[in-house]
């Protein structure tokens, strides 16, 4: 018979950023925390999302750089070999590193336990509990004052006829491939599968997107969408945007993908690897949350309310596994809330007003407040300006002016409600618009804020003052 265990303050299911950032919030607050982690330490982001397909991207993004580095007078182009699998090797070791450092070594520094097993919830709804299954063998069965579900998500595939016999590639097993592929078919345009298409692409993969909504990046501002679209067509990618996968085949090797195209007609599209890039699900799958009376959504989410509380009220969930915005920031704060009401009765609840939102392409695709098409919708007065980025002096000396930054503006207060940028660097650039939102500016206060030249968040000040002049009528640096 397994004895239960009392005396914990928090029992965290899942070891990802919200798992260790609610572990740490409780531990600092004098609680005593045990966390329960099935596989591998730390999660999606540093595991097999943010961190080993950024460090991808920033070598295939070395790669093209010296491919076309005759955009500069004087300079010729190269094309360095690809070696694939040293350049995994590469993406393992950070991985491995990271993984110690943020992780593993911090749950020593600060004194918690991990349990590795399998956690199902058991007991009832007034007093709930966790049976572990332990990797090794045997089981624990922990009780806690609070509980913490941060267990993620997984990537997701659609019903496709013939998918699931032909094989396909997730962006995690992409990721684990050793050759480079000669070819791939990516199904999904918007931030994963953009991510992985140009990565593979910059490597040497010849690459056809499937998207099937009406272009690339659709959940970004029209014109964002048709800079990435003319930077793929420039790279070389293939793009069939309102084009549905109806089915997949296996010939000779390769994957035979049959698509709908938004005239209705059928075409046969070819390839060695499919990738799926179509979203996440929240991963619930053993947990038995229905023991303890905790509901979930029509997608598997765990619903919860503004403080991150379940429908049990002892049992708090933070991070992809809640259905929200699928960010590692997003995550940690979640998860540190969760802890702050769960063992201080904080009361606090998140501002997402202003959540900015990057796109790892190159050039990078940002975001942070609301759209045009939302500004509409909301019934609020809206005057929205495009700068291109030939107007901005860095791409100029960057010899890359493909891009652009957009300012969504109430006309009645004058304040930015939105920025959108595609641009090298949009992700710095949308951290100082997460600012400026944030202050509440209006576009006159940052038409007139300073800027340092040759930067390219100065073009949210060139940007705003299109509001008032011709930008293309100022001298290099005018004020």
């Known amino acids: 018979m397994t004895t239960t265990e009392p005396g914990f303050d928090l029992a965290v299911v899942g070891s990802g950023s919200a798992a260790f950032a609610a572990a740490i919030a409780a531990t600092d607050q004098g609680g005593r925390v045990v966390m329960v982690e099935r596989g591998t330490i730390g999660g999606t982001c540093v595991n097999v999302g943010c961190v080993p ?30 070696g694939f699998g040293e ?24 004194g918690w ?43 997701w595939a659609p019903p496709v006829e013939g998918l699931e016999e ?23 345009g918007n931030a994963v599968g953009l991510e992985q298409a140009q990565l593979f692409a910059r ?40 084009a549905t996968l109806t089915s997949v085949r296996t010939d000779g090797g390769e994957r035979v993908a049959t698509v709908r195209t938004r005239d209705s007609e059928t075409v046969e599209l070819r390839a060695r690897h499919l990738l799926i890039a179509t979203g996440r699900r929240p991963n619930i799958t053993g947990l038995n949350l229905d023991a303890v009376g905790v509901q979930t959504g029509t997608r598997g989410e765990v619903m919860v309310d503004d403080h991150q509380r379940t429908t049990n009220e002892r049992v708090w969930a933070a991070g992809d596994i809640t259905g929200g915005a699928q960010f590692v920031y997003v995550a940690a704060a979640q998860g540190t809330l969760a802890v702050d009401n769960a063992l201080g009765a904080a009361g606090r609840t998140l501002d997402c007003t202003a959540l900015p939102r990057v796109t790892f392409t190159s050039p990078a695709i940002a975001a942070v407040g609301m759209t045009d098409a939302q500004m509409a919708e909301a019934g609020l007065p809206c005057d929205c300006r495009v700068l291109p980025l030939q107007y901005v002096p860095r791409a100029l000396v960057n010899r890359d002016t493909r891009g652009l930054v957009k300012l969504v503006v109430n006309t009645d207060t004058g304040r930015v409600l939105g920025v959108h940028a595609i ?14 939102i944030t202050a509440g500016l209006t576009v006159d206060q940052l038409a007139h804020a300073w800027a340092p030249y040759l930067t390219m968040a100065e073009a949210l000040k060139l940007a705003a003052q299109t509001f008032t002049s011709d930008v293309a009528r100022l001298s290099c640096c005018a004020g």
């Open 53 to 82: 397909s950024k460090a991808l991207l920033a070598a295939a993004e070395a790669r093209h750089t010296a491919a076309v580095a005759d955009r500069f007078p004087g300079l010729a182009p190269a094309e360095p070999p690809a």
């Open 87 to 110: 350049v995994i090797g590469g993406k393992d070791a950070l991985v491995e590193e990271l993984r110690a450092e943020k992780y593993a070594d911090l749950a020593d520094d600060y």
């Open 113 to 155: 336990e991990i349990v590795h097993g399998t956690a199902t919830f058991a007991g009832t709804v007034d007093a709930p509990e966790l049976e572990v299954a332990l990797n090794e063998g045997g089981s624990r069965r922990i009780e806690a004052g609070h509980y913490l579900i941060a267990t993620g998500s997984a990537p």
């Open 166 to 188: 032909a094989g396909y590639l997730t962006s995690t097993t992409a990721m684990e491939l050793t050759v480079l592929p000669e070819s791939m078919l990516v199904v999904g």
């Open 203 to 242: 490597l040497g993969t010849r690459v056809t997107v499937i998207e099937a909504l009406n272009r690339l990046a659709p959940f970004e501002e029209p014109e964002v969408s048709q800079v990435i679209e003319s930077v793929f067509a420039d790279e070389g990618i293939t793009v069939h945007t309102g």
């Open 423 to 436: 641009a090298d660097g949009a992700g710095d650039l949308i951290t100082a618009a997460t600012y400026a």
